[in-house]
């Protein structure tokens, strides 16, 4: 067991957390307390750092064992040396190279080679997996200013150094990151959002406020395509948020499906359940079994001369989900048979005698018969109940008067 959790609990985790339960609360927080998620919160930064330090140490298994055994202390007499790697750093790694504007050696930061993705979620049901569907839908989206080109400038007129971070694009942050440990890393200047220069308010673009993009309506449309399994990602190249002098990023939307009511699904396969009657349990069935998701009806004959019991299953090769890009092949269908039994309605209005001479034999009495025969009285009840007595009832008479019991010498 950790001697000091200080670190365990600046990420939200318990001690023993496996290393992805680590670095998905990581993701989480530093999401959460980054400094450009949080402009007008002056501590956010220290926050972040504060995250990002504690994943470094506990991301190791050697630190992570120092820590564990020794605390920080541990850590500043045989941990890593020097400040280690900038969060910065492990952010981008985290989140696909993307900085968030911070610096990493240069006086404004390395420019992204792409723009952002926009993610989206898209709730489908089973159906649209099974027979396809074209979706549209208006969206909005970022794009190049227009009147100033992407320059957020009114004119000719330039931009001013940043007098915060004075034209370096990102200022220290010192945080302290345990009792007697301090750590300073380069943080994105929150003036000027890591650019090194800002604009004078007179000086900025009256259409886009200076902020170099503006918002646009625009439809996209997307194909769901036949087989496609569930969290599958849709990926419209190029239709992301557009931001000045970088690639624009994609708008990437993962399929999510509905439970479905009927039937359940597993890669290509499909299982459903499906209630039959007593007379067709024995006598066997040869109808309309179940109504698939594209609306047709699948008949089902039973083999004569089987009687089948609730619980049964039976296989219907080729009638499961299509095989994504190959939709001509399909896998298989699955069903359970539950045997509905008669009710009493039904049993008044039968011979009671005749029915009898038709079903197999009642069991017989016992043989040997029990020397003693109690006559008990049943009720009807639920399984659920069993072991719901009251459990005091069971309570120890000794342990009831605070007592132990003693061992009596012979």
Known sequence: MAVD???????????????????????????????????????????????????????????????????????????????????????????????????????????RSRG???????????????????????????????????????GSAKPKQCVKCEGKGWTIVTTQIAPGRLGTSRAMC?????????????????????????????????????????RHRIVLAGAGDEEPGIPTGDVVFVLKTHPHESFERSGNDLLTTVHITLSEALLGFSRILITHLDGRGV???????????????????????????????????????????????WLKSVDRAALERLLPPKKREMDPRPAVVDEVPFEETDIVDFGTGDEDDWEDEDEEHGEEPECQHQ
């Open 116 to 154: 952002e993705d926009s993610v989206i979620p898209y709730e489908v049901s089973l159906e649209d997996l099974y027979n396809g569907k074209t979706v549209k839908m208006n969206m909005e989206k970022e794009v190049v200013c227009g009147v100033c080109k992407g320059s957020g400038a009114k």
């Open 190 to 230: 929150t003036e000027c959002q890591g650019e090194g220069e800002k604009l004078r308010e007179k000086d900025r673009c009256k259409k886009c406020k200076g902020q170099k993009t503006v918002k646009e309506k625009t439809r996209q449309e997307i194909f769901i395509e036949r087989g496609m399994p569930d």
């Open 299 to 345: 008949h089902v004959s039973s083999p004569s001369g089987k009687i089948i019991k609730s619980g049964d299953s039976i296989i219907l090769r080729g009638e499961g989900m299509p095989h994504y890009k190959n939709p001509d092949q399909k896998g298989n269908l699955y069903v359970i048979l539950e045997v509905d039994m008669p009710d009493e309605e």
């Open 5 to 111: 959790t200080t670190l365990y609990d600046l990420l939200g985790v318990q001690a023993d957390a496996t290393e992805d339960e680590i670095k998905k609360a990581y993701r989480k927080k530093a999401r959460e307390h980054h400094p450009d998620m949080n402009p007008d919160d002056p501590t956010a930064g220290a926050k972040f750092q504060e995250m990002a330090a504690a994943y470094e140490i506990l991301s190791s298994v050697e630190t992570r064992e120092i820590y564990d055994q020794f605390g920080m202390d541990g850590l500043s007499r045989g941990g890593p040396g020097g400040a280690g790697p900038d969060p910065a750093d492990i952010f981008a790694e985290l989140f696909n190279g993307f900085s968030f504007g911070f610096d990493f050696g240069g006086p404004r930061g390395p420019r």
